[in-house]
């Protein structure tokens, strides 16, 4: 090639072969800018925490064919730290491989990385062992906070670094901290420090931005200099005002509002949110009218395997599903929202071309017959790894190493309770749900916010076991530093129980290694409907390897048992409370069942299965039930979009 002629190729592809990708905030024309030219991010939340690494592509390949060209996630600080010092990014937790994915289908990502990120995940992604530090101060520049954000932001930032987009990665935006303006400390140290921390691992370009409500008194916590302030809302707002917000605090520069909510969050007893889809286009087209930049929280929800839900205050804990009503449902299911706001976004920019892929084939395998192995009690040797502690008094999760799960707290009565006598938690210590049993006939339920005091009988020196549910930390507001187990004194009658026993329950791995055995039974089983102390139940199906497409995505009903936790080849799936709802089944991805062994199914039941009477059964299913009649005395309303609901 003559010198010419390269000369000429030069000129015409200008400065693109030496100039470094770009993304920056332009506050003279109110825009982003990539690569120099004005650009406007229409994205959707999707949480790889939440989604089994197998189904990753194929959620963020129908958000591309959606029209949109960005993501949001959240990065679960606990997800990757459950034990401090000790991180994990494999497998389902290898966020570079969720980053590169993204990538390669042509998505930009905006990422969250915290250190809280609320997301109705367990005590907002910070990690339960922070509570080790009994008064410390969450979200604050307590020292023995700073240390652990400290510690954990210099492992997981330089790792982020090369997949910013000025360094050929994805990564056009990075959120610090997450809704600060809702919470009570307000300490502008604590962000500043955040800020330098930020900078100084990932640079001076990036674009780092806040997410706060969109008001005023959201906004003055939540915003400082040299972190680009944006807010959240959702359908049926007064988009200008929402905006005019925003204005206060940025009063040039693009507008963004990164929660727009395409459904709502749910909790055990209460209603399925549902948000209807012209709704939500209607507010969507508001906001690409002026303009804006958007994020569509959620676009898909997913799942809250094992006990990674959070809960709100008064206490109600979320369920296992986060189907959200999003565009996408929680097993990556097409909706008519999704093809609604398909069709909002195309009047605004080019949906690429192509087919968009299809709804996950779902197969019903049918009814499992379940057979009793051990109660909890009479598993304690296995179950509890650690052996058992003795305490006047008794200890919390955290005082016992343990973030999830149950815990099994053991006492006898002080004195001869001939009548009736009730054993309370005056202080509202129990958290967050106690299943009580005397001499092994369970007797009630304890039950935070809401149930304090069981009646009890029994001779002096009856045994009195109650095992400790944790259904999952608070997640928004002041109360997030949520200690688990038993944490103040019960009273029997006037007098304080002392002289327990402790048992830490490492139930999960006592699964994993087939290790529960069935046991002759030593009692009567309590007649049907009573309550039966909580127990645990084995089953087992071949899906045939014969069948083209076989394994495929489920969902297990539970017909007549009450509440409990659900393991399927050693991979817990999360809880089913039907008796309360409003979600019935639970989804089963397809990639933990087999076709080359018999699938077992272990379950977990806390009140009482249906199976004293006779034999009985689970039934996997092809239909999700999320919505059906709650069952509850204890309702607590909740208005779609209004956090202050959730304090």
């Given amino acids: 090639m003559s010198p010419h002629i390269l000369l000429l190729l030069l000129l015409l592809v200008g400065p693109s072969l030496g100039d470094s990708p770009s993304f920056s905030v332009d506050y003279q024309e109110d825009c982003f800018r990539k690569d120099g030219e004005k650009f406007r991010y229409i994205s959707g939340s999707i949480h790889y925490s939440r989604i089994p690494r197998v189904y990753w592509k194929d959620r963020l390949l129908k958000m591309y064919m959606a029209g949109l060209n960005a993501i949001q996630t959240y990065v679960p600080w606990n997800y990757h730290e459950e034990s401090q010092g000790q991180y994990n990014f494999n497998d389902d937790r290898d966020l570079e491989a969720f980053l590169n994915l993204a990538k390669s289908i042509g998505l930009l990502v905006i990422l969250r990385p915290g250190p809280y990120i609320c997301a109705e995940w367990d005590m907002g992604g910070l990690p339960a062992w922070l509570l080790r530090h009994k008064n410390i101060v969450l979200r604050s520049s307590d020292p023995d906070y700073i240390a652990a954000v400290n510690q954990w932001m210099e492992k997981l930032l330089p790792m982020m670094k090369p997949h910013l987009y000025q360094n050929g990665g994805p990564i056009i935006a990075v959120q610090v901290e997450n809704e600060y303006g809702s919470y009570y400390t307000c300490d502008y140290d604590y962000m500043r420090y955040l800020f330098k921390l930020f900078r100084s691992y990932l640079g001076e370009e990036v674009v780092l931005f806040t997410t706060d409500g969109a008001g005023l008194n959201f906004l003055k916590c939540g915003s400082m200099q040299g972190l680009y302030a944006t807010v959240d809302f959702g359908p049926g707002v007064n988009v200008t005002a929402a905006f005019d917000a925003q204005r206060h605090a940025e009063p040039h520069g693009p507008l963004v509002n990164s929660e727009f909510y395409t459904g709502w969050l749910d909790h055990w007893g209460s209603r399925h949110a549902v948000v209807p889809s012209d709704r939500v286009a209607k507010s969507l087209s508001e906001i ?28 109600s804990p979320q369920p296992t599903s986060y189907d959200y009503d999003a565009p996408l449902t929680e097993a990556g299911d097409l909706t008519d929202k999704y093809f609604t706001i398909r069709d909002v976004i195309e009047k605004y920019r080019k949906i690429p071309e192509g087919p968009i892929p299809p709804t996950t084939p779902k197969y019903a395998y049918g009814a499992v017959a379940m057979k009793k192995l051990q109660t909890v009690t009479d598993a304690l040797e296995i179950l509890s790894f650690s052996g058992p502690l003795k305490s006047m008094y008794p200890q919390t999760f955290i005082d016992l190493n343990q973030a999830f799960g149950y815990v099994l707290y053991r006492t006898t009565l002080p004195i001869n309770c001939t009548k009736l006598t009730p054993l309370s938690s005056p202080l509202n210590g129990v958290h967050d749900r106690a299943y009580v049993s005397v001499d092994g006939t369970a007797v009630g339920i304890l039950e935070r916010d809401k149930v304090l005091t069981v009646n009890v009988t029994g001779k002096a020196g009856s045994q009195v076991d109650i095992l400790v549910e944790n259904m999952g930390r608070i997640n928004y507001g002041r109360y997030i530093n949520d200690f688990k187990g038993l944490v103040s004194n019960l009273t029997l009658g006037k007098d304080t129980l002392m002289g327990w026993t402790m048992y830490s329950l490492s139930i999960d791995e006592a699964v994993r290694q087939d290790l529960l055995g069935v046991e002759e039974p030593t009692t009567a089983p309590p007649p049907p409907g009573a309550l039966s102390l909580p127990a645990f ?30 393991w399927i080849n050693g991979f817990n799936v999360g809880r089913y409370w039907p008796t309360r709802g409003p979600q019935v089944t639970v989804f089963v991805p397809a990639n933990i069942l087999s076709t080359a062994a018999p699938n077992n199914v272990t379950v977990l039941e806390l009140e009482g299965a249906p199976c004293s009477s006779g034999p009985c059964s689970i039934e996997f299913t092809d239909t999700p039930i999320l919505n059906a009649t709650v069952h509850s005395d204890y309702m607590h309303h909740r208005r779609v979009f209004v956090k202050e609901d959730l304090l």
């Fill in 537 to 566: 139940y084995q089953g087992s199906f071949i899906i045939p390897d014969g069948i083209p497409d076989l394994p495929q995505d489920t969902y297990i009903k539970l017909p007549n048992w009450k509440k409990g936790q659900i």
């Fill in 288 to 315: 690409l009218a002026t303009g804006a930049n958007v994020n569509l929280y959620m676009f898909i929800g997913g799942t809250n395997f094992a006990y990674w839900n959070g809960a709100n205050t008064p206490y």
